[in-house]
């Protein structure tokens, strides 16, 4: 079982950068694969990225590539999202999460641990 918390979220203007952290709880932290959602008001939760347990391999949709990166330090047991290039369209609740069904890891169903949540406000 992992526990995980958000923080580093905020209001910024469009084009900033935030770096999101994820900090979690747990001896085996180094075992899960991680992702990071987003939610906006009234939308789906949404997949933005992954890192394998290593680190070593990191998967975004379309939407993000190129502007987020994931990444994480498991002697720190934390995960990170830097995100560059922000729009307003970016604003919503993020979320890290771990995933525990080896399925689509795109879809939130398939994560076990959801931290709280951490909310990023992009302003034009």
């Known amino acids: 079982q992992v526990q995980l918390v958000e923080s580093g979220g905020g209001l910024v203007q469009a084009g900033g950068s935030l770096r999101l952290s994820c900090a979690a709880s747990?001896?085996?932290?180094?075992?899960?694969?991680m992702g990071w959602f987003r939610q906006a008001p009234g939308k789906e939760r949404e997949f933005l990225a992954l890192?394998?347990?290593?680190?070593?391999?990191?998967y975004y949709p379309d939407s993000v590539k190129g502007r987020f990166t994931i990444s994480r330090d498991n002697a720190k047991n934390t995960v990170y999202l830097q995100m560059n290039s922000l729009k307003p369209e970016d604003t919503a609740v993020y979320y890290c999460?771990?995933?525990?069904?080896?399925?689509?890891?795109?879809?939130?169903?398939?994560?076990?641990?959801w931290g709280q949540g951490t909310q990023v406000t992009v302003s034009s």
């Open positions: 999460a771990a995933l525990v069904r080896a399925r689509d890891f795109t879809d939130y169903r398939s994560y076990g641990y």
């Open positions: 747990g001896r085996s932290f180094s075992s899960y694969i």
């Open positions: 890192a394998r347990e290593s680190g070593g391999d990191s």
